[in-house]
């Protein structure tokens, strides 16, 4: 049996899963988006579409959980929110006619598209029930955030690696060229994403969870060296990664932010 048909079953099998245990499923698919391109550069390469696909089978499995279940999670009441009901349904709606569009070289890029707009939207609604309080929700977000030392680090190697290095590689095949570099002196990292984009726009959600989590300790550095340290990672690794767009978004969001403070 080969690695392809043992991941094929073993991402099925995680789906079913996770319909029963959905609250468990939405963690872990919250984890597997910060190594799934690790997965996919460096364990699993010739299986890349595969691993990219299996949170998202995993999350579906979520939904029908968390719509199926009347014990496991309180009572399902939408919020009286009539006109983003409304805009979701219009986007959908766009979304959905989209993917017949003439234009595209096959059905299947627009359902890919379509995937990558809409299928994460449910979060909206599923989330909240994840948790059981707000304890357990800061618990889980700060163990999350944390999660960015490990990424951090690698980053940093990949930083002071060449460019040639099996540290410094892209989820694609070495017939698309190689990884971009500054100059000819450092590669812009991606850490353990496939590639740049994803790891700044992780890095700038990151950014914005740090400063959250500082504010509810009053911005002490007793208990909160960790979060410090892990924060100057974060924001080493939007450097090294060469990227302009999440200086800028800080920038911009920033003082939304010490308003909210």
Do not use: C
Not at 26 to 44: C, D, N, P, Q, T
Not at 53 to 81: C, H, M, N, Q, T
Not at 114 to 136: G, Q
Not at 244 to 249: L, Q, T
Request: proline share 5%.
């Amino acid at each position: 049996m080969n690695t392809r048909l043992l991941i094929m079953l073993a991402v099925l099998a995680a789906s079913v899963w996770s319909v029963r245990r959905w609250r468990s499923a939405v963690k872990i698919a919250m984890v597997l988006l910060v190594f799934e391109g690790a997965l996919r550069k460096w364990v699993f390469p010739g299986a890349q579409d595969l691993i990219y696909f299996a949170k998202d089978l995993i999350l579906v499995g979520a939904y029908v959980g968390f719509f199926l279940s009347s014990r496991d999670r309180p009572r399902f009441e939408l919020p009286p929110a009539a006109l983003l009901y409304l805009s979701l349904a219009m986007a959908a709606g766009l979304g959905l006619f989209e993917i017949f569009n003439p234009n595209l070289p096959n059905i299947l890029v627009g359902i890919l598209g379509f995937k990558a707009y809409f299928l994460y939207v449910p979060l909206m609604f599923v989330l909240p029930a994840v948790f059981d309080n707000d304890r357990d929700l800061a618990r889980f977000l700060r163990w999350y955030f944390l999660l960015t030392i490990p990424v951090g680090l690698l980053a940093i190697s990949q930083f002071w690696a060449p460019a040639g290095s099996a540290l410094n590689t892209y989820a694609r095949s070495d017939e698309f060229g190689s990884v971009a570099t500054f100059g000819t002196a450092h590669v812009r990292v991606t850490g353990t994403f496939a590639f740049i984009s994803g790891y700044t726009s992780y890095l700038l959600a990151m950014v914005f969870l740090a400063l959250a989590i500082l504010a509810t300790i009053s911005w002490r550095w007793r208990g909160g060296l960790l979060l410090y340290g892990a924060l100057g990672l974060t924001l080493l690794g939007i450097l090294m990664s060469g990227s302009r767009a999440p200086v800028v978004n800080l920038l911009v969001l920033f003082p939304v932010y010490w308003w909210f403070a």
